[in-house]
């Protein structure tokens, strides 16, 4: 009977130690291109006492594709930290989070471009 106990009590904290269950508290969703195929969307979600995580999905009619994320903190958080504008088939995401210019086509052909400047 011990054993089994001990077997059990053991799994439950392996299991609770696993960050693979550890769930993110989902702030809000934002829509910031749409049209007839697809929507870009971005989607916050709170990872821990001031830290964010940012997921940029890409939503053409019930199919969903994750575009890209990173991580965020509370003082980005609060601040404008997306300047976007689009024209026609192109989006473009200004941030400072970004070293690099990053250039994403999505399947419904809208090209993402992620920028500092």
């Known amino acids: 009977m ?16 696993c960050s693979f269950l550890e769930q993110s508290d989902f702030i809000e969703t934002k829509i910031i291109s749409s049209d007839l195929n697809e929507k870009i969307i971005y989607k916050y ?11 940029f999905y890409s939503v053409n009619k ?12 509370d003082a980005l958080f609060t601040s404008n930290t997306y300047n976007i504008s689009e024209n026609e088939d192109e989006l473009i995401i200004r941030t400072k989070l970004f070293s ?12 993402i471009i992620l920028t500092n400047r």
């Open 2 to 17: 011990k054993k089994h106990f001990y077997f059990l009590f053991l799994s439950v904290l392996f299991l609770n130690s």
């Open 45 to 55: 979600y709170q990872t821990g006492i001031g830290n964010y995580k940012v997921d």
């Open 62 to 73: 019930s199919d969903s594709t994750k575009l890209f994320e990173h991580y965020i903190n």
């Open 100 to 111: 690099e210019v990053k250039k994403l086509v999505t399947r419904g052909g809208k090209s």
